[in-house]
């Protein structure tokens, strides 16, 4: 059983920061992949960061890199997602996801567990 929760969203203005938290409860560690997902209202879900938990490597959506950073702490039970340079077009509810794969991948299709989400906003 694998348990994901979010926490940190909020508001802020454009330019700010904010920085995302997900707990990951799981009965024993496993090194697939993690990622962070958005979905804006009559969007569509979309990855923006991804995370390969055995070796740290990171993957970042083209929207968000330079601005957005996803990283594990030594215990890999957290993964967060800090995001600096706030847009507008930032604002949709956040999720925190768990691959059962071993590869890369920004598609919801491959994520098989799923964080409650946490929302953030940006006002210009």
């Known amino acids: 059983q694998v348990q994901l929760v979010e926490s940190g969203g909020g508001s802020v203005q454009a330019g700010g920061s904010l920085r995302l938290s997900c707990t990951v409860s799981?009965?024993?560690?496993?090194?697939?992949?993690m990622a962070w997902f958005r979905q804006a209202p009559g969007k569509e879900r979309e990855g923006v960061a991804v995370?390969?938990?055995?070796?740290?490597?990171?993957y970042y959506a083209d929207s968000v890199k330079g601005r957005f950073t996803i990283s594990q702490d030594n215990t890999k039970k957290t993964v967060a997602l800090q995001m600096n340079n706030l847009k507008p077009e930032d604002t949709a509810m956040y999720y925190c996801?768990?691959?059962?794969?071993?590869?890369?991948?920004?598609?919801?299709?491959?994520?098989?567990?799923w964080g409650q989400g946490t929302q953030v906003t940006v006002s210009s």
């Open positions: 995370i390969n938990r055995g070796s740290g490597s990171t």
């Open positions: 799981e009965y024993t560690y496993s090194p697939y992949y």
């Open positions: 996801a768990r691959s059962t794969y071993l590869y890369r991948s920004f598609s919801p299709r491959d994520y098989t567990y």
